[in-house]
């Protein structure tokens, strides 16, 4: 069966542009669901709904709407949210041929005409895992409410320090795209189930090393409503970025590698949580003594803390720039990967991708 799609730019002339494959998490998304589908089209080989038991049956929608043997449609008995869904679309999509994997939205926030520059930096192998960051767009920062703007860049920076990625921004974005290799080496049932599915996500993904690249995306808002809490989000969001942090600080600096870094902050540590209990016996005491600490005696506690905040900033200096020079799905075998793949018999030289440029390939 001869299928046409729209080509995406890949700079390896000698071989076929990689597979792509689109997981779209369904829920209240009955109206645009099939607009949205109908978009990918143009540029995917596989469409992956995902019914998050959608009260509107967004699934059986599309089901009736769509006849393509592209789309494939999941369905969900319990609603798992966002990250659940991305979980069970990633899951699928490992199952097909796909080399590329991106998320979309439902909701028509995120066009498909942006797909091509979304996986620019995959196709070229220049990154693992790119995203789409809005806030590159000065006009639309400007219009967004200034509570808002500050609540978004708070949590940004948040966001960096638990995640490791120092040089990302706008990390709640949902517009992304993985290459199969590092999607392969991620622990899904880590990634969290709601809302703080991206910024997870971008945990793990630091975790194994992978190169990180934010795309330029204009920001888009129709009469779509957003299920965001704010104040849900202000809870929880704290305690679950502290989490992480953890997380990616004992798996990264304690399992998978010991290096300088991972000594800055053990003795950094140790010696802040020394100077500061040996304060704080010191001051606890002085009520029952009647007597003022010598300047030896405070010397001695503020030594430790100084000494230990001055290695924890080194350490500080050392994640930021302590980045990957190279995409880590560059080091697996390029013809398992299939980002490599040759056609069968004589290879095919592709021109250069346009938006309306047509391929055909057996299926």
């Not at 494939?72 to 008995?77: D, P, Q």
């Not at 697996?332 to 055909?360: H, I, M, N, W, Y």
Request: with cysteine.
């Amino acid at each position: 069966m001869n299928t046409s799609n729209t080509m995406l730019p890949f700079t390896e002339s000698p071989f076929l542009r990689p597979r792509l494959a689109v997981v779209i998490p369904c829920y209240r998304v009955k109206e645009k669901i099939v607009s949205v589908v109908a978009g990918c089209l143009d540029y995917a080989d596989y469409v992956i709904a995902v019914d998050d038991c959608c009260p509107e049956k967004s699934g059986a929608h599309l089901q009736e709407q769509s006849h393509d043997p592209r789309v494939t449609v999941v369905f969900h008995e319990v609603n798992q949210g966002v990250g659940g869904a991305m979980a069970t679309g990633f899951e699928a999509a490992l199952k097909t041929d796909a080399d590329i994997i991106v998320k979309m939205d439902g909701d028509g926030q995120m066009l498909a005409e942006d797909l091509p520059r979304l996986v620019a930096p995959l196709t070229s192998r220049r990154a693992d895992f790119t995203k789409g960051n809005r806030f590159y767009d000065l006009r639309a920062l400007r219009r967004m409410p200034a509570v808002r703007r500050f609540g978004n860049f708070c949590l940004t920076f948040l966001t960096k320090a638990a995640s490791g990625h120092w040089q990302m921004s706008d990390p709640t974005n949902g517009y992304l795209a993985i290459r199969r290799p590092a999607l392969e080496m991620l622990n899904l049932h880590l990634l969290d189930r709601r809302y703080f599915f991206e910024i997870s996500l971008l945990v793990q993904l630091n975790v194994i090393r992978a190169l990180v690249c934010d795309v330029p995306l204009p920001a888009r808002y129709a009469d779509e409503k957003s299920s965001l809490n704010p104040m849900r989000i202000a809870v929880s969001f704290p305690g679950k970025l502290l989490k992480s942090l953890l997380h990616r600080l004992w798996w990264r600096y304690y399992i998978y590698d010991i290096n300088i870094g991972s000594v800055f902050l053990s003795i950094g540590t140790v010696l802040c949580l020394l100077g500061s209990l040996f304060g704080a016996y010191r001051w606890g005491t002085d009520p029952f003594d009647h007597t003022d600490e010598s300047a030896g005696t405070v010397a001695l506690a503020m030594l430790p803390i100084i000494l230990g905040f001055q290695m924890v900033l080194q350490f500080l200096v050392f994640d930021t720039h302590d980045q990957p020079a190279e995409a880590l799905s560059n080091q697996f075998d390029e013809k398992s990967t299939g980002l490599l793949r040759k056609e069968q018999g004589s290879a095919t030289v592709l021109p250069e991708a346009t938006p309306r440029a047509t391929s055909a390939r057996n299926q």
